[in-house]
């Protein structure tokens, strides 16, 4: 028997997770930004979010480095 990639796995369980689901987001937290977000449910960000508990720590370290916290940021 092989065994698939755990990234394979989760991937699958993901989309077997939301194959009835039409339209919709989550909130979800996101800690490395101190907040909590709406992403749609399709984003390739929310499953890497829910997955890893992370969203990109490269971006993160730039964004704590450059950007004022007391101002809103919009990553697109």
Same mark, same amino acid.
Do not use: C, W
């Given at each position: 028997?092989?065994?698939?990639? $755990?990234?394979?796995?989760?991937?699958?369980?993901?989309?077997?997770?939301?194959?009835?689901?039409?339209?919709? #987001?989550?909130?979800?937290?996101?800690? *490395?930004? $101190?907040?909590?977000? %709406?992403? *749609?449910?399709? #984003?390739?960000?929310?499953?890497?979010?829910?997955?890893? $508990?992370?969203?990109?720590?490269?971006?993160? %370290?730039?964004?704590?480095?450059?950007?004022?916290?007391? $101002? *809103?940021?919009?990553?697109?």
């Amino acid at each position: 028997m092989i065994i698939k990639p $755990k990234a394979r796995r989760f991937e699958e369980f993901y989309n077997s997770l939301f194959e009835s689901v039409e339209k919709g #987001s989550l909130i979800v937290r996101v800690p *490395d930004f $101190k907040g909590i977000f %709406e992403i *749609d449910f399709r #984003s390739h960000i929310l499953q890497r979010i829910l997955k890893t $508990k992370h969203y990109e720590p490269e971006l993160v %370290e730039l964004v704590k480095k450059h950007i004022d916290p007391q $101002k *809103d940021v919009l990553d697109i």
